[in-house]
T-cell receptor, first 111, second 117 residues
Framework: KQEVTQIPAALSVPEGENLVLNCSFT??????LQWFRQDPGKGLTSLLL?????REQTSGRLNASLDKSSGRSTLYIAASQPGDSATYLC??????????FGQGTELSVKP | GAVVSQHPSRVICKSGTSVKIECRSL??????MFWYRQFPKQSLMLMAT?????????EQGVEKDKFLINHASLTLSTLTVTSAHPEDSSFYIC?????????????FGPGTRLTVT
């Protein structure tokens, strides 16, 4: 059974810091992994999708890496800003597309 | 990226009534959509998989007679909460799977906040 874990559950950093969010999954037979952002009371915004054949994806200040063999992914946020404050979720799909989510990391970037 | 809309964004209804929530993929066709609910400070819990032209597949513990799902077209899925009770109050989010290309990326709607009084 696929299980997804995210650590830390919450993180508070001063503006400008680089930070890393961690995601681990128990079954390495995945075909992709997605990172999402959720603002309070809102839906999910897709940040990055990494295919199983890829090692990393970059979008602006965000970089996501994937190590299938160890069941890990990281989301690196460079030069954090207060606007980055949100909950970050990683998810892996099962056959048929059902997404299994981690519990999320609640990020707070202080000005 | 692709866009998924939900309507309404917020709804308040009385106990015992039914509420319909719509999920639309605006710029792509989605043979498969998913419905999730989310309680405060918790992650998303998958309720059911909505398949165009066929019956929805419900997750264990989700009452299919209470949460009616209809996926009548390639761009629209609806979730109807029947005989709503206060414990059904939650944040409901849909997603649609973009089958164009090979990424199979999922896009989420903005969510619907249901409050049952």
């Amino acid at each position: 059974k696929q299980e997804v874990t995210q650590i830390p559950a919450a993180l508070s950093v001063p503006e400008g810091e680089n930070l890393v969010l961690n995601c681990s999954f128990t079954d390495s037979a995945i075909y992709n992994l997605q990172w999402f952002r959720q603002d309070p009371g809102k839906g999910l915004t897709s940040l990055l999708l990494i295919q199983s054949s890829q090692r990393e994806q970059t979008s602006g200040r965000l970089n996501a890496s994937l190590d299938k063999s160890s069941g890990r992914s990281t989301l690196y946020i460079a030069a954090s800003q207060p606007g980055d404050s949100a909950t970050y979720l990683c998810a892996v799909p099962l056959t048929g597309g059902k997404l299994i989510f981690g519990q999320g990391t609640e990020l707070s970037v202080k000005p | 990226g692709a866009v998924v809309s939900q309507h309404p964004s917020r709804v308040i209804c009385k106990s015992g009534t039914s509420v319909k929530i719509e999920c639309r993929s605006l710029d792509f066709q989605a043979t498969t959509m998913f419905w999730y609910r989310q309680f405060p400070k918790q992650s998303l819990m998958l309720m059911a998989t909505s398949n165009e032209g066929s019956k929805a597949t419900y997750e264990q513990g989700v009452e299919k007679d209470k949460f009616l799902i209809n996926h009548a077209s390639l761009t629209l899925s609806t979730l109807t909460v029947t005989s709503a009770h206060p414990e059904d109050s939650s944040f409901y989010i849909c997603s649609a799977r973009d089958m164009r290309g090979s990424s199979y990326e999922q896009y989420f709607g903005p969510g619907t906040r249901l409050t049952v009084t």
